[in-house]
């Protein structure tokens, strides 16, 4: 019992961190109709940033700090030299084209990095020290780390949701979701706009890289597993829907802990232990995009349509 | 020669002096075992791009998980070599219908579904089938499978001579080129045209595209399984690798570069991308930070791939000399 509710945490905490990353490519799907397959690169470069800079200052919270600015420069950079020329473009150049700009991302990662794993600090006065872990349940301890991380997938997508519904810049994203041509006759600067969210999107995506730093192997192509499941959550939940990417975020992490700690125990009941063991891994790689397909079957626009029909 | 055969043979013009070009290369100094090996390559995948074409550019179908198919076909001949059995007649049947039944079952949810969604659910679908054969403990899990032989064909290894093979790669690709033009050509094929110009039109007329995009995607499978098939042979080594979306985006990138308009651009997309990326990687240790920026330079500045670039040049020179324009029309 204790060790599912362990598992529901670290669900919890993985969902989160997509969130974070799928928060950002579904404003940018849906306000500027954009595929963006290089997001997940902005993830893993918030990694790394926060992990070099938290060695080199010697504080891990000072590096994760750090690495936001960083993250929102490259996100500009890019999107000044290569995504603005997308937008117009048909989906299959965009795709195309921020694949090419991941393979250039994650080399130039490789080149100045290494291929092997980052060496990254531990979050101080958290893991280690009297403050390393909360007694949730009696007899058992959880790290604190991880909670914190809960606690800002809480605080992060109320922000995210005032941002959006009711502040002035949150009406201009939400107008020129659905009427870009509108809001810019209006004599908004729709290009700045576009500029604006975007950086936006690349800087909560390296946050939440910086944030999974301490917590998974910082290393080149660690972007891509948290894309390709980000691209299921957006679909779950609907292109372009904040609420539906925070509901299927929070999903696709339970399914994918959850069912990679239990599903091996359950097949033993019904297959051999070495057999079990082998299917129950390869089935709870699957049940997300499982899952996801069950979903659009039924409901092709996932569950909670947004403003921009695909 | 009459006057429509010779359209046709200026329409294909690159593709077929590409595919001349291959069956000429053994004699003309490409003949060692290494620069075959790496024709064979860029003709199996040409093979696969070519299938993706006829979805993307045919009927508009932009899947993101094409590599899957390839890998069930190769992973068919690797689990029939694990069992022994490594007869062609039945090795490569066995291989087409798996990646041709994989294409039906996912098929038949991915169409339910269009534009983006299309995208990410082909992409899902094949990341299950990645994770499926990193699964597979006795064919090597993550590690991969070295096959023991290459396929025989009724008893004889006549796959093991380069030369054969080689040959055999080319007369596939050209018959999977010729029978997916000729296709698209059809009246099945205008139903797919016309359902991607215009699906609301199409209904209209009285088709259904769904069952038109169906049979396409599952044609364009059972090649993929093919070229899977062939791969397996020609490599000698399979591992889910080869089922990766990087994979899947590389099949992309091919059909794109060559050109959307015509199945013929996929093979000159996949030829040009094998060799740049195998000459790329001799010169430099970080080749791929000049093989990316050039992806995105050629999206950005040949909309028309590689077939349409000709074709540019002259409407440009065009342009200078009006007369001419009007004497051509």
Redesign the interface.
Known sequence: MSMLLVQALNGLQFGVLLFLVAAGLSLVFGVMDLINLAHGVQYMLGAYVAATLGVWTGSFWLGALLALPVALLVGLALEWLVFRHLYRRDHLSQVLATFGVILTVEEATRALWGSAPQTVLEPSGLSGGPLGGVEIVAGLIYPTYRLVIIGVGIVVPLLLWFLVERTRAGMLVRAGATHPAMVSALGVDIRRLFTIVFAFGAMLAGFAGALASPIFPVAPGMGDTVLILCFVVIVIGGVGSIRGAFIAALLVGLLDSVGRAMLPDLLRLLLDPSSARQTGAALASMLVYIVMAAILFFRPAGLFPGGRSA | MTAPLRKTLRKHALALVTLLALAAAPFLGFGDGFALGLLARAMILGMAAVSLSLL?GGAGL?S?GHAATMGIGAYTVVAFDAAGISEGLIVFPAAITAAAAYALLTGA?SL??????F???T???G??AF??T??F?SLGGDDGYTLYARTEWLGTRILDSRLTFHFLCLSLLALVWVGGSLLLGSRFGRVLRAARENPQRALAVGFQPYPYRLVAYVMAGAVGGLAGALLANATEFVSPALLS??RS?EL??MV?LGG?GQLGGAILGALAIVLLEESLSHLL?????V??????LS??FL?DGLVGAPLRLRAAFRFASPKRRNADA
Do not use: D, K, N
Request: glycine share 6%; net charge positive; aromatic share 16%.
């Open positions: 993307v932009v993101l949810v339910r579904t269009s534009g983006v969604h995208i990410m659910i992409l899902a679908f990341q299950m994770f499926t990193s699964s403990s979306w990087t985006g992309l990138f794109i959307v240790v970080y080749w791929r930070l093989f990316g920026p050039l992806l995105v999206v950005l909309p």
